[in-house]
């Protein structure tokens, strides 16, 4: 079992910054690729970026990209979700995802993830 904590969630005006992490414990962090998904009040949940086990691929979707930036640290077992040009309709809870290498599917499948976090809040005001 792969147990995942996020933060770094808070409060920010539009335009901000803010740089989410996943601290990852349990099974061996890179064996899996990882992926960030949002949820924001009454809508559903929804794909906002992944990469692969070693960091050499990015996927982010189109509302997010050139904005947000996925990395990780496989040494530091942890996942990062850089934000940046921060708008109001990015608030939502944010959740790291985990799944095997060998899954198969696309990255913004949120059902080929077997493993996520509790989530941390963003909230962005206008």
């Known amino acids: 079992q792969v147990v995942m904590v996020e933060s770094g969630g808070g409060f920010v005006q539009a335009g901000g910054s803010l740089r989410l992490s996943c601290a990852a414990s349990g099974r061996t962090f890179s064996n899996y690729d990882m992926a960030w998904f949002r949820q924001a009040l009454g809508k559903e949940r929804e794909f906002v970026a992944a990469?692969?086990?070693?960091?050499?691929?990015?996927s982010y979707s189109e509302s997010v990209k050139g904005r947000f930036t996925i990395s990780r640290d496989n040494a530091k077992n942890t996942l990062y979700l850089q934000m940046n040009s921060l708008k109001p309709e990015d608030t939502a809870m944010y959740y790291c995802?985990?799944?095997?290498?060998?899954?198969?599917?696309?990255?913004?499948?949120?059902?080929?993830?077997?493993?996520w976090g509790q989530g941390t809040q963003v909230t962005v005001s206008s």
């Open positions: 995802a985990a799944r095997p290498i060998y899954a198969s599917g696309t990255y913004s499948h949120s059902n080929t993830y077997e493993y």
């Open positions: 990469i692969n086990w070693i960091g050499s691929r990015q």
